[in-house]
Every structure is written in structure tokens, then in C-alpha cells.
Nanobody, 115 residues
Framework: QVQLVESGGGLVQPGGSLRLSCAASTTAFSIYTMGWYRQAPGKQRELVATITSGGNINYADSVKGRFTISRDNPKNMVYLQMSTLKPEDTAVYYC?????????WGQGTQVTVSS
């Protein structure tokens, strides 16, 4: 099992930046595809970005060029650097670990973009 704990959310003005972090408790972190998802009020959870064990990265079109996902395998960490934030980026952001049919979610961290 993988336990995930997100941090780094908060209130930021439009155009600002935030970095989310996700700490994973597992001895086999490097084998998992890690991802960030988000859920805005009244909307379904949606993919933000994923990074595979081999380093392949995928972004939602809405965040391409603004967000960067990265992972640090020795530290069991995955990050989401968010820049040029927009009010529509406001959501609860969830960290995800996935391998084959197994998936694990963190508890989420709130990101609010507002002036």
C-alpha cells in the first residue's frame, strides 16, 4: 500500500505561483506512475499531470506551459510547480499513485486563485 500526503496549497493571486508536494510512504516509489488530479466545486475530478516510472510526462491541455510535474525517487516525492495561475485553477488537488490495477489517493490540498 502507498500512503500519500499532499502539501503546499493555499491562496494565491491570479498570475501567481505555487508548488505542491506529495510525500509517498512506500519502499517501491519508483515503480509507480504518479499523478496530480483536481476537483473543483460541482465538477468531476480531472487529470492535471502524470509522470511514469520512466519519466514520461502527460499534461492536461488546460495546464500545458504553466504547470510542471516532477519526481524525486530517492526522496519518495512528487511535485507540481504551478505558474501563471488562473481563477479556474481553483480546486482541491489530489496526488495519485498507480500501478496496474492498484491506485492510491491522498487527502487533497486546496488551491484557491483569487484577488
Amino acid at each position: 500500500q502507498v500512503q500519500l500526503v499532499e502539501s503546499g496549497g493555499g491562496l494565491v493571486q491570479p498570475g501567481g505561483s505555487l508548488r505542491l508536494s506529495c510525500a509517498a510512504s512506500t519502499t517501491a516509489f519508483s515503480i509507480y506512475t504518479m499523478g496530480w488530479y483536481r476537483q473543483a466545486p460541482g465538477k468531476q475530478r480531472e487529470l492535471v499531470a502524470t509522470i511514469t516510472s520512466g519519466g514520461n510526462i502527460n499534461y492536461a491541455d488546460s495546464v500545458k506551459g504553466r504547470f510542471t510535474i516532477s519526481r524525486d525517487n530517492p526522496k519518495n516525492m512528487v511535485y507540481l510547480q504551478m505558474s501563471t495561475l488562473k481563477p479556474e485553477d481553483t480546486a482541491v488537488y489530489y496526488c495519485n499513485a498507480r500501478r496496474s490495477s492498484y491506485t492510491s489517493w491522498g487527502q487533497g490540498t486546496q488551491v484557491t486563485v483569487s484577488s
